[in-house]
Nanobody, 115 residues
Framework: QVQLVESGGGVAQAGGSLRLSCAAS????????MTWYRQDLGKERELVAT???????NYADSVKGRFTISRDNAKNTVYLQMNSLKPEDTAVYYC?????????WGQGTQVTVSS
């Protein structure tokens, strides 16, 4: 079955960095675009970054220049390198793809940025 498992969250100081990972299984990873979303308490889930099968990427304006999404098809893993973190980056970060014709989500990993 399709499974997405996020890791790498934690607490960081403003200006610091974290690297999130999402390990995928149960589908042909290289054939699907992968997306990171985030959701803070009381707010709607928002798209952070997407990487397509060919490696092209797009980012939310709020993270451009600070976050980098990448993928390793040999490891079935997508990454989110987060630099210059801000308190407003605090959220639960989720990995997403549309394998099997419907949205798939991981359990999320908490990122907390202190000022």
């Amino acid at each position: 079955q399709v499974q997405l498992v996020e890791s790498g969250g934690g607490v960081a100081q403003a200006g610091g960095s974290l690297r999130l990972s999402c390990a995928a299984s149960g589908f042909t990873f290289s054939r699907f675009a992968m997306t990171w979303y985030r959701q803070d308490l009381g707010k709607e889930r928002e798209l952070v970054a997407t990487i397509r099968t060919g490696g092209t990427t797009n980012y939310a304006d709020s993270v451009k220049g600070r976050f980098t999404i990448s993928r390793d098809n040999a490891k079935n893993t997508v990454y989110l390198q987060m630099n210059s973190l801000k308190p407003e980056d605090t959220a639960v970060y989720y990995c997403n793809c549309n394998a099997g014709g419907r949205p798939r989500w991981g359990q999320g990993t908490q990122v907390t940025v202190s000022s």
